[in-house]
């Protein structure tokens, strides 16, 4: 089988996947449809999510039935104001040997797994924060000047709690650009609460089949990286990035006044890798303006810092991207 075989039959797989996976998730989570499509074009993409929502919405459940449905290991870790580096990476401990000597042996920590849950991850020390975004870009730790290799594929979705401030210690901007997609999780209709309610009362959740693992889901890397895309859509991707720094040639009035940092070349490169997992998933092997603009809000409202005019004007960071979606139009220079 030639290689072009073995891709082709790689994207039939995600083409088929979509409905399956769903119809898995659903057997533990109700509604919530955006934000599961957004973590699971991030998982297909290789990239890392950052989770924002009230407690009790099931963002833990959501993460662990991903990582069930691909065969992938889960590790849940759960971010206080005393974790230490160490605590997540692992630590050399003295041990001793079969001839009565003592040798230092490396015990991994629970970041070694391909799904990691950082739970909460603004409520722990700037240090510990770093170890583990670190290893989000390396894909590796470093103990006592020793690097060891994470397992792959390796996934990250960090938990924000939007209230209850006090005590937490936000991520500056330049780690928050580390992260694909903030992905939103917010209430659900009447309706939806209703079903969840039943169903969490009524008894032990029914069991999830696993339908992919590791391998698939490394393959699925690859084959989304090869998807085409043209030039016309990549410069739509980066001017609609490059509209939301204030200062900048083209830029519009509304972001000198609201915005006080935009995203940056990171963010363009998101937007088309997302837009790339987006197309399979939809069963196409091309990208459009619209996956570009599907993608916008994920992708854009970590890596824009509002001004104090934006808090007193009441403006939020989806209205700003609302407005560049209108400002930045796909096909004109």
Same mark, same amino acid.
């Given at each position: 089988?030639?290689?072009?075989?073995?891709?082709?039959?790689?994207?039939?797989?995600?083409?088929?996947?979509?409905?399956?996976?769903?119809?898995?998730?659903?057997?533990?989570?109700?509604?919530?449809?955006?934000?599961?499509?957004?973590?699971?074009?991030?998982?297909?993409?290789?990239?890392?999510?950052?989770?924002?929502?009230?407690?009790?919405?099931?963002?833990?459940?959501?993460?662990?039935?991903?990582?069930?449905?691909?065969?992938?290991?889960?590790?849940?870790?759960?971010?206080?104001?005393?974790?230490?580096?160490?605590?997540?990476?692992?630590?050399?401990?003295?041990?001793?040997?079969?001839?009565?000597?003592?040798?230092?042996?490396?015990?991994?920590?629970?970041?070694?797994?391909?799904?990691?849950?950082?739970?909460?991850?603004?409520?722990?020390?700037?240090?510990?924060?770093?170890?583990?975004?670190?290893?989000?870009?390396?894909?590796?730790?470093?103990?006592?000047?020793?690097?060891?290799?994470?397992?792959?594929?390796?996934?990250?979705?960090?938990?924000?709690?939007?209230?209850?401030?006090?005590?937490?210690?936000?991520?500056?901007?330049?780690?928050?650009?580390?992260?694909?997609?903030?992905?939103?999780?917010?209430?659900?209709?009447?309706?939806?609460?209703?079903?969840?309610?039943?169903?969490?009362?009524?008894?032990?959740?029914?069991?999830?089949?696993?339908?992919?693992?590791?391998?698939?889901?490394?393959?699925?890397?690859?084959?989304?990286?090869?998807?085409?895309?043209?030039?016309?859509?990549?410069?739509?991707?980066?001017?609609? %990035? /490059? *509209?939301? @720094?204030?200062?900048?040639?083209?830029?519009? +009035?509304?972001?000198?006044?609201? !915005?006080?940092? =935009?995203?940056?070349?990171?963010?363009?490169?998101?937007?088309?890798?997302?837009?790339?997992?987006?197309?399979?998933?939809?069963?196409?092997?091309?990208?459009?303006?619209?996956?570009?603009?599907?993608?916008?809000?994920?992708?854009?409202?970590?890596?824009?810092?509002?001004?104090?005019? %934006? /808090? *007193?004007? @009441?403006?939020?960071?989806?209205?700003?991207? +609302?407005?560049?979606?209108?400002? !930045?139009?796909? =096909?004109?220079?």
């Amino acid at each position: 089988m030639t290689e072009f075989d073995q891709e082709k039959q790689v994207v039939e797989k995600i083409r088929e996947s979509r409905g399956r996976i769903e119809r898995e998730l659903g057997k533990v989570i109700v509604g919530q449809k955006e934000a599961t499509s957004q973590i699971l074009t991030a998982l297909f993409a290789g990239g890392h999510c950052l989770i924002t929502g009230a407690p009790g919405l099931a963002k833990t459940l959501l993460v662990r039935s991903v990582a069930q449905i691909f065969h992938l290991k889960f590790s849940r870790i759960q971010f206080t104001p005393d974790l230490m580096p160490a605590d997540i990476t692992g630590t050399d401990i003295l041990e001793e040997t079969g001839d009565g000597k003592r040798r230092m042996q490396f015990v991994k920590g629970p970041i070694f797994a391909n799904v990691i849950l950082a739970d909460e991850i603004n409520r722990t020390p700037p240090k510990t924060q770093a170890a583990l975004l670190e290893a989000m870009q390396e894909h590796q730790v470093t103990a006592a000047g020793v690097r060891y290799p994470l397992d792959e594929p390796f996934f990250v979705l960090a938990t924000q709690n939007p209230v209850e401030m006090e005590g937490t210690y936000p991520l500056p901007e330049a780690q928050l650009d580390r992260f694909l997609f903030n992905v939103v999780v917010d209430y659900l209709p009447e309706d939806d609460e209703v079903s969840v309610v039943r169903a969490t009362t009524a008894g032990k959740p029914p069991a999830i089949e696993p339908l992919f693992d590791a391998a698939d889901v490394l393959r699925f890397h690859d084959v989304v990286k090869k998807v085409p895309v043209a030039d016309d859509v990549i410069r739509y991707a980066v001017r609609l %990035a /490059a *509209a939301s @720094r204030p200062g900048q040639p083209g830029a519009p +009035d509304f972001v000198s006044q609201w !915005v006080s940092w =935009g995203a940056g070349l990171r963010a363009a490169q998101s937007l088309v890798l997302g837009a790339k997992a987006r197309a399979l998933l939809e069963g196409r092997f091309h990208v459009s303006p619209a996956d570009i603009r599907a993608l916008a809000h994920p992708t854009l409202r970590h890596r824009i810092l509002l001004s104090y005019r %934006a /808090a *007193a004007d @009441r403006v939020t960071v989806n209205t700003v991207i +609302d407005r560049l979606l209108e400002h !930045v139009k796909e =096909g004109v220079r």
